[in-house]
């Protein structure tokens, strides 16, 4: 486990005191720059873990929308439980029983791969609960089109269906993307290496737990507006076809 | 010194509910008033004060949580207050809350009409008659469902602050569970509680988002 916020923050009072009281604190953000680098390899694991999460997720999602459209009924029972119970209760209760409960059943997995099993369990929820609701604004019409002009079901699926679903829901898919980014600060609570959790380790090396969170903060804040507009970008690219 | 799961360490942790309902609670009034105020001031009159309240927005949507208590509860100690996780959690929470709430409420006072507006301008009304006996009353109905919706997330965002070491439901679940080691156990039993403060108010939700749909 990580040190304790407590602990550390104890600390950085000690600071203040040394330096005189309260408003006197001097930034020390000179502890902090050589360490800038380290926090950097710590925000490229946190992308690739929420990116693979993330595409895992859109899969589980596509797969969990044919059960329900084609699957039989206890299938879709467990997709709307899982969703539910996802949905729920909160992340970070989720990755403790992913960490801590699951090898009391036999199941050891190290930080990072818990981190992602649990990334990719929460987000596939979220993911499945979007995809539904898009794959629901798609009249039912166009589906019968589809049917007339002869095209076979799989074909059906893929391009009357979910092209046009995931185009509508494109927006509230990308936004998912950069609150499952913010949310994956929480994965430092197993100590994986992701980019909280090393600014962790930095703030208690260096006492300077304000300045590198605020360094930090600004490293997520810029992760996700340049995943924003790289996906803006990425759909008129990819959704500039008319459907009307 | 581990001793096993029994039934005082059970109630120990549903009695730690009680901790984690009150923050949220709190978080929710206070983001309520926060919230209320930003999507006034981003509906107003002076850019400035939109551009202003719509950073705020921004900034607090586009960082961790987690990295927003940190701040309050690092940030604190600075100009020489000594905060406790309590308090910490709590200012956090309030200003997490009211930037989805502001932006949530912006977003139904835009969906009242225009037009509105404009007629109770050539009809000689104030700002304040406008805003609270034109557009509020009819804003109110449509933003219900999503703050229903986002009470939930602000029990489940509330877990967060046992990193800060906040004493609520999840810690307690750690707590327990570092003299029981019986985390599996444990953990369910935690989840299991917030599922129980969770769903109802989730099915609520989608309830009345339909009642108004259909509306």
Redesign the interface.
């Known amino acids: 486990m990580p040190v304790?916020?407590?602990w550390?923050?104890s600390l950085?009072?000690e600071r203040?005191a040394h330096w005189g009281?309260?408003?006197n604190?001097q930034f020390r953000f000179d502890l902090v720059w050589g360490s800038v680098p380290e926090l950097l390899v710590g925000a490229l694991l946190t992308i690739q873990l929420s990116m693979i999460a993330m595409v895992i997720g859109v899969l589980v999602a596509v797969a969990s929308a044919v059960a329900r459209m084609a699957g039989p009924t206890w299938l879709k029972w467990i997709i709307s439980a899982y969703v539910?119970?996802i949905?729920?209760?909160?992340?970070?209760?989720?990755i403790?029983?992913v960490f801590?409960?699951?090898?009391?059943?036999g199941i050891r997995l190290d930080p990072n791969t818990s981190a992602l099993f649990a990334l990719t369990l929460n987000v596939a929820a979220y993911v499945t609960e979007i995809l539904r609701a898009g794959i629901e604004s798609v009249p039912k019409g166009q589906t019968e089109a589809g049917v007339a002009l002869g095209l076979g079901r799989i074909q059906v699926f893929i391009s009357v269906v979910l092209k046009p679903a995931i185009k509508s829901v494109y927006p509230a898919l990308t936004s998912q993307y950069?609150l499952l980014m913010?949310?994956s600060?929480?994965i430092?609570?197993i100590s994986a290496d992701e980019l909280?959790a090393i600014a962790n380790d930095v703030a208690s090396r260096t006492f300077a737990?304000?300045e590198v969170?605020?360094i930090?903060?600004v490293i997520?804040?810029a992760m996700?507006?340049a995943f924003s507009s790289m996906f803006a970008g990425l759909s008129r690219l990819l959704f500039s076809y008319p459907d009307r | 010194m581990i001793r096993p799961f029994g039934i005082n360490e059970f109630l120990t942790i549903l009695y730690a509910t009680q901790w984690t309902l009150l923050l949220s609670v709190i978080a929710l009034i206070g983001g309520g008033i926060g919230g209320a105020l930003i999507a006034m001031l981003r509906t107003g009159k002076y850019k400035i004060v939109r551009y202003a309240a719509s950073a705020f927005v921004v900034?607090f949507q586009?960082?961790?949580?987690?990295?927003?208590l940190?701040?309050v509860?690092?940030?604190a100690?600075?100009?020489?207050l000594?905060v406790n996780?309590w308090l910490a959690a709590a200012i956090g929470l309030t200003l997490h809350a009211s930037a989805y709430l502001g932006d949530i409420w912006r977003g139904c006072i835009e969906s009242v009409p225009r037009g509105q507006w404009e007629a109770a301008k050539a009809v000689g009304l104030s700002y304040r008659t406008t805003m609270f006996d034109v557009v509020l009353p009819q804003a109110l109905s449509v933003a219900l469902p999503p703050t229903v919706g986002f009470f939930?997330q602000l029990?489940?965002?509330?877990?967060?602050t046992?990193?800060?070491?906040f004493a609520e439901l999840?810690r307690t679940?750690?707590i327990i569970?570092n003299v029981t080691f019986?985390?599996?156990l444990v953990?369910?039993i935690?989840?299991v509680i917030?599922?129980c403060l969770?769903?109802p108010l989730?099915y609520l939700s989608t309830r009345l988002e339909r009642r108004y749909a259909t509306l």
């Open positions: 304790s916020c407590e550390r923050r950085c009072c203040v009281a309260g408003v604190y539910e119970i949905r729920n209760t909160p992340f970070l209760v989720q403790f029983i801590f409960g699951l090898p009391s059943i950069v913010l949310q600060s929480v430092s609570a909280t737990s304000f969170y605020i930090v903060t997520y804040f996700g507006i | 900034v586009g960082t961790p949580l987690l990295m927003q940190f701040l509860f690092f940030g100690s600075i100009i020489g000594n996780p939930v029990i489940k965002m509330t877990s967060v046992a990193i800060i070491g999840t679940g750690q569970n019986e985390p599996f953990f369910s935690v989840g917030y599922f969770c769903w989730s």
